[in-house]
């Protein structure tokens, strides 16, 4: 079993709806990343957290350290958000990463 | 400032000849990550650097992988010789100890 899960695989949504993805764990970790990979391949890293909430923009990650769970929002979608999100924790040095959801926005 | 710098962008190659990747880690990192993402999967690490010590290198294939970071800054990933399965995306990545990471565009290989 994969020490971090995501879901759903993959994702289609219409411009302007509200995206969730989720990411569970089974490990004790010091920080989660949240971040965004285009077809190009490179990495951008969205969020960093280890507890509670972030918001940048339209993004919003939460974190429930004790569910060992986290969700990555995209409100108000647009196409350009199109692109495969990667959930990635880390514990001491060490990172692993999902499997990654691909979301696809129509227009 | 310059972010986390791989070359190249993209690689063709005949199976059985050598390849090179290149890393210029954000200055000051002295964390350096090699991963491999194979299609529709997430990275997995291949090595890691502290400076210029190799300090887990557990899933590098060591028959025809090999790396290296000699000065503690730049570092070079090899193949040799390279294998059809070899096809895959590969990040490197750089962080100032156990801080947040920042990724590189990524070297896209393709073995014929």
């Known amino acids: 079993k994969n020490e971090v899960e995501q879901s759903p695989q993959n994702l289609t949504a219409q411009e302007g709806e509200f995206i969730t993805i989720n990411c569970s764990y089974s490990v004790g970790i010091s920080a989660l990343h949240w971040l965004q990979q285009h077809p190009g391949g490179g990495i951008v890293s969205l969020f960093m957290?280890?507890?509670g909430k972030k918001k940048h923009g339209r993004l919003i990650a939460t974190i429930n350290i004790q569910e060992k769970h986290s969700s990555l929002h995209i409100t108000a979608s647009h196409p350009r958000d199109s692109a495969v999100y990667i959930c990635a924790v880390r514990f001491s040095h060490d990172m692993r990463f999902g499997a990654g959801t691909r979301l696809t926005v129509k227009p | 400032e310059a972010g986390v710098v791989q070359s190249p962008r993209y690689k063709i190659i005949e199976k059985k000849q050598p390849v090179a990747f290149w890393c210029n880690p954000i200055s000051g990192h002295n964390t350096l990550y090699w991963y491999l993402q194979n299609l529709g999967q997430g990275p997995e690490l291949l090595i890691r650097?502290?400076?210029?010590?190799?300090?887990?290198d557990s899933q590098l294939p060591k028959d025809r992988f090999s790396a290296e970071r000699l000065k503690g800054v730049d570092s070079t990933l090899k193949i040799q010789p390279a294998e059809l399965g070899d096809s895959a995306v590969y990040l490197c990545?750089?962080?100032?100890?156990?801080?947040?990471?920042?990724f590189g565009q990524g070297t896209r290989l393709t073995v014929v």
């Open positions: 990545a750089s962080s100032l100890g156990s801080a947040e990471a920042f």
């Open positions: 957290l280890s507890s």
């Open positions: 650097y502290e400076n210029e010590e190799a300090v887990d």
